[in-house]
């Protein structure tokens, strides 16, 4: 579930400016209450343009070290998906976040882009 969502699992967002003060909204936070062999995130343009802006997945974990697991720059076409992993948990390490970030203040093109985001653990 995504920490202070609404009680679903997916969330819809929408790409903000980048803020001097305040939260941006580029980061989206799953909560992970149990132990998982694997990880995915699940991506859905939500847009009605093509666009083109930086990702990046991390797992964070109990000790407070995280793993980045994605750092790319895709071009999502309106209406599509992508999958990103399955990554595999890290031996030793209990993860209890898997956090998504989209957007950056490099590109500002990406700003007003829409999408839905999710996460799955697997067994």
């Known amino acids: 579930m995504p920490l202070g969502g609404g009680g679903t699992p997916v969330v819809s967002k929408r790409i903000g400016p980048d803020r001097l003060v ?3 909204n580029w980061n989206t ?3 992970v209450d149990r132990n998982f062999r694997s990880y995915r995130f699940f991506f859905t343009s ?3 343009e ?3 802006f930086p990702v990046s997945g991390f797992m964070v974990f109990t000790d407070g070290s995280n793993l980045q697991v994605i750092n790319e720059t895709p071009t999502f076409e309106p ?3 992508r999958m990103f992993g399955p990554f595999q948990a890290v031996p030793g390490k209990r993860t209890r976040l898997m956090n998504f970030r989209v957007g950056s203040s490099t590109t500002p093109a990406a700003i007003g882009f829409s999408y839905r985001i999710s ?3 697997c067994e």
Do not use: Y
């Open 22 to 24: 305040g939260r941006t």
């Open 50 to 52: 093509r666009a083109s």
């Open 46 to 48: 939500a847009s009605t």
């Open 29 to 31: 936070d799953f909560i």
């Open 119 to 121: 996460v799955q653990g």
């Open 79 to 81: 209406g599509t998906g």
